[in-house]
């Protein structure tokens, strides 16, 4: 990792907690901190799964109970198991907490402004810029890939709104039945695995990799949701599943795909992918591709 860049990181988050005032205890000249005013924004007025609002924030169990203890003594916020699992806890705004969060969204207005106002027009265009790229970049950086069972209720979910997609979008829709599509046991070490990615602990894509023995690896139901589209996935599934192919000793990745999905085709020849002649009778494939991978490097 280059040193000047890890500087220059360092360098802003600095500036930005300064700027923000995420270093008072008295967050936006109110009574708490900048943690609990960040769980008042997150709570919506149909209430929170405890458990989904730490995943959302990526904070500790105990952090979170201590905050939602605060708010709750303040008369903000209300917590409460579920009736049918104990378990599950559910926090809601009171009239009281949908007040101050009122006044946290508009002294958070005032303080934009105040970032904004000091700078002439041209300045407040590319500050703005800069900070929807620094935002879209560090989403991206939140997501993470992780091998599944590809019958766990996520890769379920994700394979579900992929073929929905492929409905609305392929000229004679889709239908799974026809499709040459792997079998679970397919997608399962040793002969094969399959990557669900989550943002904030939500699922928003999935990739499965066929590892047939003697035989070219193949990638197959890739699919980013439409929301985490933009930051990059689609290429970080390709190179996460041709590092998984190389390791199992594969000289060899092969796709196919549908002409309607124009922007994978144009993501797989960017990744180095040639087309080539068919190699399977996918009735809903189109274009065939094949990448030449290298050995893995040497330990």
């Given at each position: 990792m280059?040193?000047?860049?890890?500087?220059?990181?360092r360098r802003f988050n600095r500036t930005v907690t300064e700027r923000v005032g995420?270093?008072?205890?008295?967050?936006?000249?109110?009574?708490?901190?900048?943690?609990?005013a960040r769980l008042l924004w997150e709570i919506d007025d149909r209430g929170q799964d405890v458990r989904r609002l730490r995943e959302r924030l990526g904070l500790d169990s105990g952090y979170?109970?201590?905050?939602?203890?605060s708010l709750e003594a303040a008369g903000l916020v209300t917590v409460e198991p579920q009736p049918r699992d104990r378990r599950v806890r559910t926090v809601r705004l009171t009239d009281a907490g949908r007040a101050e969060r009122a006044v946290l969204d508009g002294r958070s207005?005032?303080?934009?402004?105040?970032?904004?106002e000091p700078l002439s027009p041209a300045q407040r265009s590319r500050l703005v810029a800069a900070m929807a790229e620094v935002d879209r970049l560090l989403t991206a950086a939140t997501v993470v890939l992780d091998a599944v069972d590809p019958d766990s209720p996520n890769a379920r979910d994700c394979l579900r709104?992929?073929?929905?997609?492929?409905?609305?979008?392929?000229?004679n829709g889709f239908d799974p039945a026809r499709s040459l599509l792997p079998d679970a046991g397919e997608l399962r070490p040793p002969h094969g695995l399959f990557?669900?990615?989550?943002?904030q602990g939500e699922p928003i894509g999935c990739a499965g990799l066929k590892l047939p023995a003697g035989a070219p690896a193949e990638i197959k139901r890739m699919w980013v949701a439409p929301r985490?589209?933009?930051?990059?996935?689609?290429?970080?599934?390709?190179?996460?599943?041709?590092?998984?192919?190389?390791?199992?000793?594969?000289?060899?990745?092969r796709l196919d795909t549908n002409k309607a999905l124009d922007a994978?085709?144009?993501?797989?020849?960017?990744?180095?992918?040639?087309?080539?002649?068919?190699f399977n009778d996918e009735p809903y494939a189109h274009h065939w591709f094949e990448k030449r991978i290298g050995a893995p490097a040497p330990e």
């Open positions: 280059d040193a000047t860049q890890i500087g220059q990181v995420a270093l008072q205890d008295h967050y936006l000249g109110r009574d708490r901190p900048i943690g609990e979170v109970s201590r905050l939602l203890r207005d005032e303080l934009a402004g105040s970032m904004l709104s992929y073929f929905t997609e492929l409905q609305e979008r392929f000229d990557l669900v990615a989550r943002m985490a589209r933009g930051l990059g996935l689609g290429r970080r599934f390709l190179g996460e599943l041709e590092k998984r192919a190389v390791r199992h000793g594969c000289g060899l990745l994978a085709i144009g993501l797989y020849h960017s990744a180095g992918f040639e087309e080539v002649p068919a």
